[in-house]
């Protein structure tokens, strides 16, 4: 199983929010999302959003919304 773990994450590598879904379309959208709230201010600060896979709900950061 691939899960999708998308995260917003600031300079000092702290994760800001995540979501993790099982559904890569669903995953994407959210991930463009999460890329378009970031104002150009954080964007020149080093705020990133990221969009990975894992294979185990036990990768996902403990804190994250889980969709299934």
Same mark, same amino acid.
């Given at each position: 199983?691939?899960?999708? &773990? /998308?995260?917003?994450?600031?300079?000092?590598?702290? &994760?800001?929010?995540?979501?993790?879904?099982?559904?890569?379309? $669903?995953? $994407?959208?959210?991930?463009?999302?999460?890329? /378009? /709230?970031?104002?150009?201010?954080?964007?020149?600060?080093?705020?990133?959003?990221?969009?990975?896979? &894992?294979?185990?709900?036990?990768?996902?950061? &403990? /804190?994250?919304?889980?969709?299934?």
């Amino acid at each position: 199983m691939t899960i999708w &773990v /998308n995260e917003q994450i600031d300079p000092s590598g702290m &994760v800001h929010a995540c979501i993790a879904c099982c559904d890569e379309e $669903q995953a $994407q959208s959210c991930h463009e999302s999460f890329t /378009n /709230n970031l104002s150009s201010e954080q964007k020149k600060e080093g705020w990133i959003a990221r969009l990975r896979t &894992v294979e185990s709900w036990d990768e996902v950061p &403990v /804190n994250s919304l889980k969709l299934s």
